[in-house]
T-cell receptor, first 112, second 115 residues
Framework: GEDVEQSLFLSVREGDSSVINCTYTDSSSTYLYWYKQEPGAGLQLLTY?????DMKQDQRLTVLLNKKDKHLSLRIADTQTGDSAIYFCAEMFSGGYNKLIFGAGTRLAVHP | KAGVTQTPRYLIKTRGQQVTLSCSPISGHRSVSWYQQTPGQGLQFLFEYFSETQRNKGNFPGRFSGRQFSNSRSEMNVSTLELGDSALYLC??????????????FGQGTRLTVV
């Protein structure tokens, strides 16, 4: 099936780490993605991970993949107010043709 | 390198009318996908084009159609607009060197309001 689930809301204090979680159903997905959307804007590709990897780090971002549990997480270190946005997890549908299946998005609120 | 360009950014149409949205992908990218974003349904795949051919289509009525030109620019058309078609329409551009792409880059979207 095609389903990606995320918690809807996360609130963190500035300077703390944020962890956004996601579960997906298509065990054949080759790539998994994290996108960021700010108000009134499109989707910004933050990072992606290939399904044969466990972890990927890119500056303040760390992606962890547990393929057995079909669980993906995005950790943002030293969270800043500019990180406040909606974060979408997405899987590349294994049937190909560049079809991304998105979660509902997690709204991250960063407060002082 | 210019990003994905979608025009227009905002559009207001009346029920029953039709609308055409445009997407220019990143230079060199041959795959263009379209998505609809609404508060109720979230982000849903509409269709994908590669080398002027529609390769996949989401679960949308036939009122939603698209095409891709030889320069990879794509248009999507919605006929007989309904209030429920009000949404942010996003276009994604991918290099697609093989069967599956690694990255999809999105434009800023076209905000369509149907009144």
């Amino acid at each position: 099936g095609e389903d990606v689930e995320q918690s809807l809301f996360l609130s963190v204090r500035e300077g703390d780490s944020s962890v956004i979680n996601c579960t997906y159903t298509d065990s054949s997905s080759t790539y998994l993605y994290w996108y960021k959307q700010e108000p009134g804007a499109g989707l910004q590709l933050l990072t992606y991970i290939f399904s044969n990897m466990d972890m990927k780090q890119d500056q303040r971002l760390t992606v962890l993949l547990n393929k057995k549990d079909k669980h993906l997480s995005l950790r943002i270190a030293d969270t800043q107010t500019g990180d406040s946005a909606i974060y979408f997890c997405a899987e590349m549908f294994s049937g190909g043709y560049n079809k991304l299946i998105f979660g509902a998005g997690t709204r991250l609120a960063v407060h002082p | 390198k210019a990003g994905v360009t979608q025009t227009p950014r905002y559009l207001i149409k009346t029920r029953g009318q039709q609308v055409t949205l445009s997407c220019s992908p990143i230079s060199g990218h041959r795959s263009v996908s379209w998505y609809q974003q609404t508060p109720g349904q979230g982000l849903q795949f509409l269709f994908e084009y590669f080398s002027e051919t529609q390769r996949n289509k989401g679960n949308f009525p036939g009122r939603f159609s698209g095409r891709q030109f030889s320069n990879s620019r794509s248009e999507m058309n919605v006929s007989t607009l309904e209030l429920g078609d009000s949404a942010l329409y996003l276009c994604a551009s991918s290099p697609r060197t093989g069967a599956v792409t690694t990255e999809a880059f999105f434009g800023q979207g076209t905000r369509l309001t149907v009144v």
